[in-house]
């Protein structure tokens, strides 16, 4: 399967607890964006890489949220401390430098107790 | 500005019938209109998408509908069935920049 990967794809912790999900994009991306989907609402933006470049950063993401991708190909979000109104799904996608497509991912569904 | 609203929020729809979907925007420097369509535990998925040099586009039982001057665009979907209930968004991007989703709308058809 040639398609963006996420992992893991449901994870539940306690409040406090720090997380960290993994996207591998399409290979030949060199674009990979990270939303966020609470129930009933559409994605909503978080960041976004360009290769290992970290190119732009919502409001949303708060200091408790990291992102990183470190050799351009796969990245990472980790939550530091984390609350329950961080339970959300959350989705990368990734892109061709230029192209307008995105292919998204299954996502990993966050559940904070 | 960056908002993009949609209506409805929920439709039904009997098989054979119509779906229409529709999106308004305000900001004009967007320049791409994809409709992602998503299943319950799925990533959204690229249905079709349109550019605001083009009035409509149609792909199989899919067509976007798009009027710039009104700052509108909707998504029929022709013959609708059952396997088509799922959640539909349209969304909107200015360059090769992040996507600006609309709330979704959840589309229901009967037999």
């Known amino acids: 399967d040639t398609g963006v990967s996420q992992d893991p794809r449901h994870k539940i912790t306690k409040r406090g607890q720090n997380v960290t999900f993994r996207c591998d994009p399409i290979s030949e991306h060199n674009r990979l964006y990270w939303y966020r989907q609470t129930l009933g609402q559409g994605p909503e933006f978080l960041t976004y890489f360009q290769n290992e470049a970290q190119l732009e950063k919502s409001r949303l993401l708060s200091d408790r949220f990291s992102a990183e991708r470190p050799k351009g190909s796969f990245s990472t979000l980790e939550i530091q401390r984390t609350e329950q109104g961080d339970s959300a799904m959350y989705l990368c996608a990734s892109s061709l430098a230029g192209g307008r497509e995105q292919f998204f991912g299954p996502g990993t569904r966050l559940t904070v107790l | 500005q960056q908002q993009v609203k949609q209506s409805p929020q929920s439709l039904i729809v009997q098989k054979g019938g119509i779906s229409i979907i529709n999106c308004a925007y305000e900001?004009?420097?967007?320049?791409?209109f994809p409709w992602y369509q998503q299943f319950p535990g799925k990533g959204p998925a690229l249905l079709i998408a349109i550019r605001p040099d083009v009035s409509e586009k149609k792909e199989g039982r899919f067509t976007i509908s798009f009027n710039k001057s009104a700052k509108q665009f909707s998504l029929h979907i022709m013959d609708s069935q059952p396997g088509d209930s799922a959640t539909y968004f349209c969304?909107?991007?200015?360059?090769?920049?992040?996507?600006?989703f609309g709330t979704g709308t959840r589309l229901q058809v009967f037999p």
């Open positions: 900001n004009t420097a967007f320049d791409y």
């Open positions: 969304a909107a991007s200015i360059k090769t920049d992040k996507l600006i």
